[in-house]
């Protein structure tokens, strides 16, 4: 927010020759000199923002600047609360795991699918197994089983060297 604040020109901080003029109520006044749209401003007994100064002509607004200061925190701060943060959880076995043991890792997995958390399922393989990673793949296959389909395959079982694994996302929206 700070650099924002030092781009936001206001009053006589404006260096342009013309703007393009709002009223407060966001209406158009039209194009004026600077010093007409600061006459303008004080006769209002308000501030002239520079809101857009890119624009040819820039834009400035009549408004006061604590309340437009105080409204983009606002706004700031309610974008913030509406982004959620996607966190990857992820739960390891082996290719030899025993159907309990797959049952209980699946009971994490579903939990963590439904708090809204991406879930990735690793296979560690080690020694020989690594010859037989079909093994891996019937029991993430078991896994997917046991969900009932209650995720959104975002990568399906593959190997990346000594692991295979797989990611899953939440179905639908909590």
């Known amino acids: 927010?700070?650099?924002?604040?030092?781009?936001?020109?206001?009053?006589?901080?404006?260096?342009?020759?013309?703007?393009?003029?709002?009223?407060?109520?966001?209406e158009q006044l039209g194009v004026f000199s600077i010093a007409e749209a600061l006459e303008k401003s004080k006769e209002a007994g308000l501030d002239l923002i520079e809101v857009a100064p890119h624009a040819v002509p820039p834009v400035c607004r009549i408004l006061d600047f604590g309340k437009f200061r105080f409204d983009q925190e606002k706004k700031l701060k309610e974008t913030r609360k509406k982004q959620k943060l996607i966190k990857v959880k992820e739960v390891r076995m082996q290719p030899l795991i025993e159907t309990h043991d797959l049952q209980f890792k699946t009971k994490h997995v579903k939990e963590f699918l439904d708090e809204g958390n991406k879930v990735k399922v690793t296979i560690r393989f080690k020694g020989r197994q690594?010859?037989?990673?079909?093994?891996?793949?019937?029991?993430?296959?078991?896994?997917?089983?046991?969900?009932?389909?209650?995720?959104?395959?975002?990568?399906?079982?593959?190997?990346?060297?000594?692991?295979?694994?797989?990611t899953l996302n939440p179905k639908g929206k909590k």
Request: aromatic content about 4%; cysteine-free.
């Open 1 to 26: 927010m700070a650099a924002k604040e030092k781009e936001l020109r206001i009053n006589e901080a404006i260096r342009t020759k013309e703007v393009r003029l709002l009223d407060e109520n966001g």
């Open 130 to 166: 690594l010859a037989h990673t079909e093994f891996g793949k019937d029991v993430l296959l078991k896994m997917l089983d046991l969900l009932n389909g209650e995720y959104i395959m975002d990568k399906p079982p593959m190997m990346e060297g000594r692991f295979m694994s797989m």
